[in-house]
T-cell receptor, first 116, second 111 residues
Framework: NAGVTQTPKFQVLKTGQSMTLQCAQD?????MYWYRQDPGMGLRLIYY???????DKGEVPNGYNVSRLNKREFSLRLESAAPSQTSVYFC???????????????FGPGTRLTVL | LAKTTQPISMDSYEGQEVNITCSHN???????ITWYQQFPSQGPRFIIQ???TKVTNEVASLFIPADRKSSTLSLPRVSLSDTAVYYC????????????FGIGTKLQVIP
């Protein structure tokens, strides 16, 4: 049981290049999330997917697109990378059970992205 | 989403009990209180969650007073490996899908 996995672990891009960050979970969770973490800023939600087939914007969605490929996989795409997108990106998932009052997120190890 | 306030940093010696308090004055009736721990170069990890009174697990205790306007995460007898950032989150099942972690409390355990 690997939990939440992310690829790649590290990536360096030039301004204007594109790339896709991959995330997969094997816990049969319904919801998945993408965060970015910058020094002194905490974790900020980029996009989330409450269930397979749905995606919604979080706090900082500009410059990103997402795809919930299936229940297991949730990818984050940077179409034209900018230096401001240099950050550590975390993917997370949660059960989001029906009729539940609360939830718990499980995080991947992160992708460290540098845009030059 | 209830706004939370917690200390930016704390220092503690090994073996001591550490209490980190989080203020959430506008907590709503359906909101739960959840704490996460993040080690350097890793993603956050769930520690403990509660609604009222006291919750205890193998890692920590969570104390919530009757008015629920604050909560205290208690780590017994900390070791160097407890050095991490601790985040307090408050919300219900819907708001958790839009949660922002904030900068948390950076706990430094000193030998």
């Amino acid at each position: 049981n690997a939990g939440v996995t992310q690829t790649p672990k590290f990536q360096v891009l030039k301004t204007g290049q594109s790339m896709t960050l991959q995330c997969a979970q094997d816990m049969n969770h319904n919801s998945m999330y993408w965060y970015r973490q910058d020094p002194g800023m905490g974790l900020r939600l980029i996009y989330y997917s409450a269930s397979e087939g749905t995606t919604d914007k979080g706090e900082v969605p500009n410059g990103y697109n997402v795809s919930r490929l299936n229940k297991r996989e949730f990818s984050l795409r940077l179409e034209s990378a900018a230096p401001s997108q240099t950050s550590v990106y975390f993917c997370a998932s949660s059960v989001s059970p029906l009729a539940a009052r609360t939830d718990t997120q499980y995080f991947g190890p992160g992708t460290r992205l540098t845009v030059l | 989403l209830a706004k939370t306030t917690q200390p930016i940093s704390m220092d503690s010696y090994e073996g001591q009990e550490v209490n980190i308090t989080c203020s959430h004055n506008n907590i709503a009736t359906n909101d739960y209180i959840t704490w996460y721990q993040q080690f350097p170069s890793q993603g956050p990890r769930f520690i403990i969650q509660g609604y009222k009174t006291k919750v205890t697990n193998e890692v920590a205790s969570l104390f919530i007073p009757a008015d629920r306007k604050s909560s205290t995460l208690s780590l017994p007898r900390v070791s160097l490996s407890d050095t991490a950032v601790y985040y307090c989150l408050v919300g219900d099942i819907e708001s958790y899908q839009k949660v922002t972690f904030g900068i948390g409390t950076k706990l430094q355990v000193i030998p």
